[in-house]
């Protein structure tokens, strides 16, 4: 009965994740387009006449830095580290698994580290890095990774030799109240899961509305936020679901070939192991092993780590080079908002209204 299936493309509500979460953008929207957004999302692609527009592009930017404020001050208080709100925000919040890759975000990190401390003369742009999950109660593996990204935070924030370039912060308890402060702040929204492993997302979605681009993997709803908002509004990479699927099910990969073969990851890979980051050498050896040794039916790097680092590299290259043009980027940001509309949930129970419920609809009149 294959007429008794059908998908509905997830949503979020604007009324939480941009009216009240972001009330600076909020009300530029209203200014610019009047307050139809707030109960019929469609109508925010009205903001993209303004995507040219230099006035537009400034208040839009300055909005977003004013945000970046109000989270560097939120982890100053709790974190302790100071951030620097002109760096890039370039943040993955969302619950901590293996398939989400948090991993290959701190891996990437480390060889960013490296590079700044191999040339020092290097241009860079600093960024803060920001990361928020929770990992539930038994899975080890999950809480290691967070254990790591607390470790690298401790000596890249306190190595005075590198100027700040790079911040990393673990912002405790990520929950809706202080999600809505950090997508308001984010420049970049990491969607980088191995492709075939996210149904959808829909922290993607909240990034998006808020005016941030997607650094991401052709997995989940970033395929439809990049049929949205056009791929070059967006910095994708990686292998395809079909590449990791014909992987997983006739073999061909292996991750040693890679470790073997690409110094720089192999240095990144070390250092797990070799005291950098903890002076207690075997605490990430797990991690180390999980990504170059087949345990039982556990095969090495299960989740294409090593195999999508360079591409994974490569995009976030491509990321500091749209950020530096000030106009490209504010116009990529103000478009994201604006291609937006498809993501509300209010399209996605209308869907279940049309299409399975069948219901009619109460017009409730407010006063
Ligand atoms: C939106 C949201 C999620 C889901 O995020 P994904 O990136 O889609 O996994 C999880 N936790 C909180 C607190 C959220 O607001």
Redesign the pocket.
């Known amino acids: 009965m294959p007429e008794k299936f059908n998908n509905k493309t997830n949503g ?1 509500t604007q009324r939480r994740f941009l009216l009240h979460g972001n009330p600076l953008l909020a009300n530029w929207v209203t200014d610019h387009i009047g307050p139809e957004w707030i109960t019929d999302l469609s109508q925010i692609s009205k903001l993209k006449i303004y995507a040219d527009d230099e006035k537009a592009q400034q208040e839009f930017m300055n909005i977003k830095y004013q945000n970046k404020v109000r989270l560097a001050k939120y982890i100053l208080e709790h974190n302790g580290v100071e951030v620097d709100p002109r760096s890039i925000f370039d943040v993955q ?3 901590l698994h293996e398939y ?1 890759r948090q991993l290959l975000n701190i891996l990437h990190v480390i060889y960013l580290y490296d590079q700044i401390k191999m040339h020092p003369e290097m241009d860079f742009y600093p960024r803060t890095f920001i990361f928020g999950a929770k990992a539930s109660a038994g899975y080890h593996t999950a809480k290691k990774i967070i254990k790591l990204i607390n470790s690298v935070a401790d000596v890249v924030n306190n190595d005075a030799s590198i100027n700040g370039k790079i911040k990393v912060v673990f912002i405790e308890n ?3 109240s202080n ?1 809505e402060m950090i997508f308001a702040a984010a420049d970049v929204s990491e ?1 980088i899961s191995t492709a075939s492993k ?1 149904a ?5 979605m ?1 990034f998006m509305l808020n005016g941030a681009p997607t650094l991401g993997t052709m997995d989940g709803a970033n395929v439809e936020i990049v049929e949205e908002v056009g791929a070059e509004n967006a910095f994708i990479f990686g292998l395809s679901s079909d590449e990791v699927i014909n992987y997983e099910n006739n073999g061909g990969y292996d991750p040693n070939v890679i470790y073997n073969t690409d110094w720089e990851i192999r240095n990144v890979l070390m250092q797990l192991i070799n005291g950098t980051f903890s002076r207690d050498t075997e605490l990430f050896r797990d991690l180390y092993d999980s990504l170059l040794t087949t345990k039982n039916t556990d095969r090495a790097d299960r989740y294409f780590i090593l195999a999508d680092f360079r591409s994974y590299a490569e995009a976030q290259k491509r990321v500091e080079e749209a950020y530096r043009d000030e106009k490209r980027w504010a116009k990529m940001a103000l478009l994201n908002t604006a291609c937006s509309g498809k993501f509300s949930s209010d399209r996605t129970i209308q869907e279940y209204v049309d299409d399975i419920w069948h219901l009619d609809k109460v017009i409730v009149k407010n006063k």
Do not use: L
Not at 200 to 204: P, Y
């Open positions: 979020i919040v969302k619950r989400k990520y929950r809706v999600a969607q996210e959808s997302g829909t922290g993607n909240k």
